[in-house]
């Protein structure tokens, strides 16, 4: 049912996981772990980002970062760092390589990649082959740390 | 609208964030557990070892300070039923063969063991037993038999330090352990000392990272309300990181075991643990 509700959800936005004009995780371009172009070539929903991010079976982010610009969410992790002012501290194309793949920025970070479909191991069945989110999920999300200034 | 409906779910989520404010020393009737202690040489990375139960909030922490209270204790009682209870073909029960279940002091500081070239846990020692010698059917490694009665054994070396060899036959399979300990799986691609040697003491989400030690196992946990196995732990963490989980009882996880019990060293039994 919760599925259900999220595709839902997603059609809503206009993001699935197998939007054509995607640019498909095995090629997106990291130059320094900095990806310049948009994974999905329309401008990311900062509202949606910002529920893609507290959301448990997708971002989650919040499971390691807190933010103070979530105070009706309980729980904030503290495994990463908060994301109080990061759309300050880094550019867009710089939070697209983070959140696609922030191995490529932070060497043998906990963090997962949330824009790579292979090259993790054991995956559950229904996991597999696939990316954690869409392209347009990681475009929603940059626009919501985006908003994120001054702390 | 979808605005509203993703608030209302979010709030589902919310509770009180309890702080954790940790207790420091651990006595159960009388006697002194050991939930903090320096940590065996064969650790590179970590100074100190704490139980889990030096991570749980102060509710759940007093669940454990006193039998009656400690809700695993229904099970543990479950398995004392069991012990006396004639099964299979040879007409035994537990105690036909064990005079008294005192005896078992001191068993589960050194399991898992390697017995005749194999790795073996307590389960296997169990089911070794019913089939064997009781000519009975070897319980589900995970089901309320099973669990009853490792909890009865575990609870006999109560605040004794856990102790398991390494070294000798056990080399390879602490070696093959601890390369799974960090090894990342899943979707999310971590692995055991991401969260429980790298994290510990932070908070993840609403639950705050141990060190994932086994010194309480089989634990009640809140959450489902019995008495959970070791390789049932491992496979629930397994599954939150989209990983598929390698079998009960299988080589994977026994190894794992071992592995996790030498990272204890030194820490008292403290089955059976209450966590949440």
């Not at chain 1, 954690?132 to 999920?137: F, M, N």
């Not at chain 2, 029960?93 to 399991?111: K, M, P, V, W, Y």
């Not at chain 2, 055991?192 to 946990?221: K, V, W």
């Amino acid at each position: 049912m919760k599925r259900a509700l999220i595709l839902t959800l997603c059609t809503a936005f206009g993001a699935t996981a197998v939007a054509a004009g995607d640019v498909k995780p095995a090629d997106v371009v990291y130059e320094d772990g900095v990806v310049s172009a948009s994974l999905t070539g329309q401008a990311g929903d900062a509202v949606n980002g910002r529920m893609v991010f507290a959301n448990r079976k997708q971002g989650n982010c919040l499971a390691c970062h807190a933010n103070s610009d979530m105070p009706e969410e309980g729980f904030h992790g503290e495994v990463g760092p908060m994301m109080d002012g990061v759309g300050e501290r880094w550019t867009e194309a710089e939070l697209r390589g983070i959140v696609s793949n922030s191995k490529m920025v932070f060497e043998g970070t906990i963090m997962p990649a949330f824009y790579i479909d292979s090259g993790y191991e054991r995956p559950l069945d229904k996991f597999a082959g696939q990316s954690i989110l869409s392209a347009q999920q990681v475009e929603d999300i940059i626009a919501y740390l985006l908003t994120l200034k001054d702390s | 609208m979808t605005n509203t409906l993703w608030t209302t779910l979010a709030l589902i989520g919310l509770g009180t964030a309890v702080g954790a404010q940790d207790s420091n020393s651990l006595s159960i009737e009388g006697e002194s557990i050991v939930t903090e202690v320096a940590a065996p040489a064969h650790m590179e990375n970590v100074d100190t070892i704490y139980s889990g139960w030096r991570f749980r909030s102060a509710e759940t922490q007093a669940l454990e300070m006193d039998d009656f209270d400690n809700p695993a204790f229904v099970f543990v009682e479950q398995g004392m039923d069991l012990w006396d209870k004639v099964d299979g073909a040879a007409g035994k029960a537990c105690s036909s063969c064990h005079e008294n279940i005192e005896d078992f002091a001191g068993l589960r500081t050194q399991l898992p063991r390697v017995d005749d070239g194999e790795l073996v846990t307590m389960e296997n020692l169990i089911n070794e037993c019913r089939t064997d010698r009781m000519e009975a059917e070897p319980w589900k490694w995970s089901k309320g038999k099973m669990t009853a009665m490792t909890g009865l054994i575990g609870v006999q070396s109560r605040g004794m330090p856990m102790n398991v060899a390494i070294d000798g036959d056990a080399a390879p399979f602490w070696e093959k352990g601890k390369e799974l300990y960090y090894t990342r799986v899943g979707q999310l691609d971590m692995a055991c000392s991401n969260c429980h040697e790298d994290n510990y003491g932070m908070m993840i989400r609403a639950d705050h990272l141990s060190q994932g030690q086994i010194n309480g196992f089989p634990t009640y946990r809140l959450k489902n309300a019995k008495l959970n196995s070791i390789h049932g732990r491992f496979k629930g963490c397994m599954k939150n990181i989209r990983a598929t989980p390698f079998k009960e009882g299988g080589d994977e996880f026994k190894a794992l075991e071992l592995y996790l019990a030498s990272r204890g060293q030194g820490l008292s039994v403290e089955t059976p643990s209450v966590r949440n």
